[in-house]
């Protein structure tokens, strides 16, 4: 009988949600406290982000949103690097992960804002409850079995944003696009003096690096990751191919899995390896240490570099990270 009562409330709250939102696409009982302290001459802002399909556009942030959900680490260190731990309502990432422990251990204060924390993926019926006003997230997760579709979404007022240098909804993604990213959040919340620095850095580093490996050999990399099946192969359509190509390297590998004897038969100089917890990386140190590799060249001269994959997928803030250890991968002696 009880939950007979539950699901009735929840398709009574359902039904209910696109009315519980003002012309401004807020819920009604934040609109008071949220934005006393706006600077709201920065404000109407228009982003150019994606659809559920892959598709561009816009969207228009009349004021910094006030309960957000957001998917993956390093859209969630983005927001709490900018100060927006409180406005966020509900994250989905891997609770058992490294990337989820060292947000809790550098962020302590901000990270403590965030309820609830939610393993792995958010439902549209949760999502519905926590009431956003944005969603922040990768375009697979607005897939019908989890958020729905962007569209759905914008129709009662909340705005989306998909992450365009995931799930190839860039065909050849670039570090600018990546940037192009840190300054959207920096508009959406009126924190560009923070994005902007970083921007400017991030171009900074391209700019000595580009410049010190002009006329250098060009060397084979592959960026892979490894599991139980197939291995995972980040092609130069990837923000960490542009990294590779515009500091002297060449991943010559397209296909999006390879097997042993491709890796093999490819022989690359070096080899750069994501993992996302402590047991995905000490299984992928155990994969390589394994006889059959021993031929391999980046085995032989110890040129095997294990990498969070924060630093290689939509890295965000970490992008500096990304190219710093694809550096010292290409370039140990520098």
């Known amino acids: 009988m009880k939950k007979m009562v539950f699901f009735l409330l929840l398709l009574l709250f359902v039904l209910l949600f696109p009315f519980l939102f003002s012309d401004e696409g807020m819920p009604l009982s934040v609109l008071s406290d949220t934005f006393a302290e706006t600077d709201t001459a920065h404000y109407p ?14 969207t228009t942030f009349t004021h ?16 709490l690097i900018l100060g927006q731990g409180e406005r966020i309502v509900g994250a989905a990432l891997n609770t058992s992960g490294v990337s989820y422990a060292r947000l809790q251990r550098e962020y302590p204060e901000e990270f403590a804002k965030v309820a609830p924390v939610i393993q792995n993926t958010i439902g549209r019926e949760q999502a519905v409850a926590l009431q956003p006003d944005f969603i922040l997230a990768w375009k697979a997760s607005f897939a019908p079995r989890w958020y729905g579709s962007t569209a759905w979404w914008q129709e ?5 944003y998909v992450i365009a240098t995931a799930n190839h909804v860039l065909k050849d993604a670039t570090i600018e696009d990546e940037c192009r990213f840190i300054d959207d959040m920096g508009r959406i919340f009126d ?9 400017r850095e991030i171009h900074a580093e391209l700019r000595v690096d580009e410049e010190t490996m002009r ?7 592959l960026v892979v990751e490894v599991g139980e099946g197939d291995i995972l192969n980040y092609d130069e359509g990837w923000v960490v191919g542009d990294m590779v190509r515009r500091l002297g390297g060449r991943i010559p590998l397209t296909s999006k899995y390879i097997g042993e004897e491709e890796l093999l038969s490819c022989d690359p100089d070096v080899i750069f390896v994501a993992y996302n917890d402590a047991y995905g990386k000490r299984f992928a140190e155990h994969f390589f240490a394994s006889v059959r590799f021993n031929s391999l060249r980046a085995v032989q001269h110890g040129r095997i570099y294990f990498v969070p994959v924060e630093y290689v997928y939509t890295p965000a803030f970490k992008t500096l990270d990304g190219i710093r250890a694809i550096r010292r991968g290409l370039y140990p002696d520098e």
């Open 45 to 58: 802002v228009i982003i150019d982000t994606y659809d559920a399909a892959g598709a561009p556009m816009q």
């Open 64 to 79: 910094p949103p006030a309960r957000i959900i957001v998917d993956e680490v390093n859209a969630l260190e983005t927001l």
């Open 156 to 160: 009662r007022g909340v705005n989306t």
């Open 191 to 199: 924190r560009k003096e923070q994005t902007d620095a970083l921007v």
């Open 215 to 221: 006329g250098r050999e060009q060397q084979t990399v």
